[in-house]
């Protein structure tokens, strides 16, 4: 009987290592792992993620791009959305899942094997991103979640690995990290309770400037493409150094709890000082470019759109005429926003651009009416009140 390939979607972590294990040693599979780059890792630690595979006994390791691909499917979406989750969470590791299981199940199909795995748990909500995007785009192959299936803790993991022999930091493993261009996920430890703050050294990125500075980004139609007058010649290299800028300043910490989608609470700590940057600078720059409808109607969809991606539903063609909508809103979204960078908080000081609204003739809030009289404005609020009046006239006013 010919061996079982299965491709491992492999992060290096805990949970993948044993999953490359318990593939191999208790399923009897040939396991091939792949990590899908999301923007997160230097090429140094991809190098290292391929070394730790191979020391885990895999038959192939593969390093799988995403980042480029990801931005311009989903994350200009997310800014042209100022997309938050519970006004808080940028989706850091949500809107990624999605593109990292189209990746591996494009890689299965290369690799002709007969199933797919992760490391999933039964209780959180990559396994139903991972799982809903696999029974779209490879419905052939089969589905290993080795710890969802298990029930298995972090302390039963590494024990495991440990009697196989397994050599590694297991002090890190009190943290799962997960690591992308629009921000690193902490979960585990303090994240776990209800009254607990992730420690200082939790976080990837320590506090390395302690003076203030002011810096300029500029868009285009919704856009990052330029930092401090230089411009980029991608965007994702504009993200990246935003980040770089602004993670020395210890920026876009926070803890983020909702409603998962297997409907129980969850807490987990992220950082992401470039995209919350972004769509707080690009946020700013619409209520000075976009028309009130226009702000109320997107940010509707925005929020809709928002919540699909976080519950796995990228694929739904639904998402597709939101993301047109989305971006026939930013053709005026163009200009410069200045940003005060501090210790572990900004401050949007202002913006400068051609399609200001504030810049029109007609006039200056609580200053001066220039387009029209005092008395255009009498007849205005009567006619504006004129429903209520009539309602109130037949029904009288409570007291």
């Known amino acids: 009987m010919m061996q079982k390939k299965v491709v491992l979607a492999f992060s290096g972590g805990l949970d993948t290592s044993y999953c490359a294990q318990y593939l191999a040693h208790e399923k009897s599979y040939e396991v091939h792992s792949a990590i899908v780059n999301t923007g997160g890792f230097s090429q140094t630690e991809l190098a290292e993620i391929e070394q730790k595979a191979y020391n885990l006994g895999v038959k192939s390791h ?17 800014v042209y959305g100022n997309v938050l989750r519970n006004n808080t969470y940028p989706l850091s590791v949500s809107a990624e899942r999605a593109f990292q299981a189209l990746a591996i199940a494009r890689h299965a199909k290369k690799l002709k094997v007969d199933a797919v795995a992760h490391g999933s748990t039964g209780a959180g909500n990559d396994q139903v991103r991972f ?89 285009e139609k919704g856009e990052l493409v330029g930092l401090n007058g230089k411009k980029y010649a991608s965007k994702v290299l504009a993200i990246n150094a935003l980040q770089e800028i ?79 909508f989305l971006e026939s809103t930013q053709t005026n979204v163009t ?28 006039g200056t809030y609580g200053e001066m009416n220039n387009a029209w009289t005092g008395e255009d404005v009498k007849g205005f609020i009567k006619l504006m009140g004129n429903a209520s009046k009539i309602y109130f006239d037949v029904n009288g006013l409570e007291e």
Not at 62 to 78: G, H, S, V
Not at 172 to 178: F, H, L, M, Q, R
Not at 192 to 217: C, F, G, V
Not at 253 to 262: E, F
């Open 131 to 219: 799982d809903l995007v696999f029974q779209i785009a490879a419905p052939e192959l089969e589905i290993i979640t080795p710890i969802r299936e298990k029930r298995l803790s972090r302390e039963a993991e590494i024990e495991y690995l440990k009697q196989k022999g397994v050599d590694s930091n297991w002090a890190k493993a009190k943290y799962s990290i997960n690591k992308g261009i629009w921000g690193t996920s902490i979960g585990g430890a303090e994240t776990l309770t209800s009254d607990q703050a992730l420690p200082e050294e939790a976080y990837p990125s320590q506090l390395k400037r302690q003076e203030s500075e002011t810096i300029s980004l500029e868009f």
């Open 62 to 78: 593969a390093t799988l791009d995403e980042t480029e691909n990801f931005y311009q499917k989903c994350i200009r979406f997310m």
């Open 246 to 324: 602004a993670g020395e300043f210890a920026i876009g910490r926070d803890m983020h709890i909702g409603d998962t989608i297997i409907g129980i609470k969850g807490r987990v700590g992220f950082e992401a000082a470039a995209p919350l940057l972004i769509i707080k600078a690009h946020h700013a720059l619409e209520k000075h470019t976009l028309t009130k409808w226009q702000a109320y109607w997107k940010e509707q969809l925005a929020n809709w759109y928002g919540m699909m991606l976080h519950e796995g539903h990228y694929l739904d063609p639904l998402m597709r005429n939101i993301e047109t």
């Open 335 to 362: 200009g410069r926003v200045l940003v005060k960078l501090n210790p572990y908080h900004f401050e949007i000081q202002g913006i400068e651009s051609a399609h200001d609204l504030m810049k029109a003739k007609f």
